[in-house]
């Protein structure tokens, strides 16, 4: 196999992930739909052989992988006048293998990906913490770079961005735009946020909120009238704020849902569904931080967040239930299909039985 090539033809065929793993043929998912080339099973010298040519290609070195005990790496390359892509390299079964996410050159265009102006005014935001959370695979990363770009063209000042790996890079537009990926340039999130308080920041964005001193880093950065983007594998606002909470001991709860009322400006919640005329179809959970929210995160009655989030459509919010019943009802996404990604199915039934949908 050509890797290079190969992964032309992916950009090509519009591939998201490619799969290089033994017992399987070479698989690629594109639309949410996953196509296998040919009949034949890679070999485990197969995957070995693929596995090399993707170190060689990102110019790193594979025995050190191979050697080193480590069970997984992650990074990021780029071919020339390909795209960009995103490897994470594993061992299963004794073999090696890969998934290889597609990355076009360029940035991603908010119209072409569905993401609703809500969402973009975020990006109007000053100061403050804004999560853009949902499973791995939902589009987050692309949300993001939709955000950081538009910032990059409607302001000045300094954004940092810290990620592992980069995928989207950034031009310098209106802003100055420095990008950090993690390990190759800081060794950790936390690291990373602690350095760029002394680099003059307007505008950051952390790949990912992993343990309770990233996130208690991220939110100091916030109080401190920086505008923090980052993401959680979460689905649904409630469910993001328990995360965050349950993330430190019990002694430190409540002052850390202090902390997070005073701070958080937002959570996008996203989800990638199966479209009735093929491909997928994002679906957004929107909140934004009204009084009531803000009581409610404060006082520990997250169970709550959801109902304020539905009536709170004149603040641009909607819950991911509302939004699965909307694509239902102008055909774009089946029931059965909104069901089975709805947070509350038994109560989006009923109100889809009672429409006659």
Known sequence: MNLTEYLQHMIEVGASDVFIVAGLPLTYRAGGRQVREGDAPLMPADTEDAVRAIF??????????????????????????????????????????????????????????????????????TRGLVLVTGPAGAGKSTTLACLIDKLNHERAGHIITMEDPIEYVHRHGTCIVTQREVPTDVATY?????????????????????????????????????????????TGAAGTVDRIVDAFPVGQQRQIRLQLSLVLQA?????????????????????TSTTAIRNLIREGKTHQIDSVIAAGRDAGMRTMDQSLFALVQDGTIDRNVALQYAIHQEALALRLDAEGL
Not at 199 to 208: F, R, S, W, Y
Not at 267 to 286: T, Y
Request: aromatic share 6%.
């Open 56 to 125: 060689a290609v990102a110019h790193r070195d594979v025995e050190r992988f191979l050697t080193s005990g480590n069970h997984d790496e992650d990074f990021s390359f780029a071919l020339p006048g390909i795209g960009r892509f995103r490897a994470n390299v594993f061992r299963q079964r004794g073999s090696l293998a890969a998934v290889i996410r597609v990355i076009p050159f360029g940035l991603p265009d908010p119209a072409a990906f569905h993401i609703p102006e809500a969402v973009l005014k975020t990006a109007e935001l």
């Open 267 to 287: 959570i996008v919640s996203q989800q990638l569904v199966p479209a009735r005329a093929g491909g997928v179809v994002p679906v957004f959970e929107i909140m």
């Open 190 to 234: 936390a690291e990373a946020l602690r350095s760029a308080m002394r680099e003059a920041p307007d505008v950051i964005l952390l790949g990912e909120m992993r343990d309770p001193e990233t996130i208690s880093t991220a939110v100091t950065a916030a109080e401190m009238a920086q505008l923090i983007f980052s993401t959680l594998h979460t």
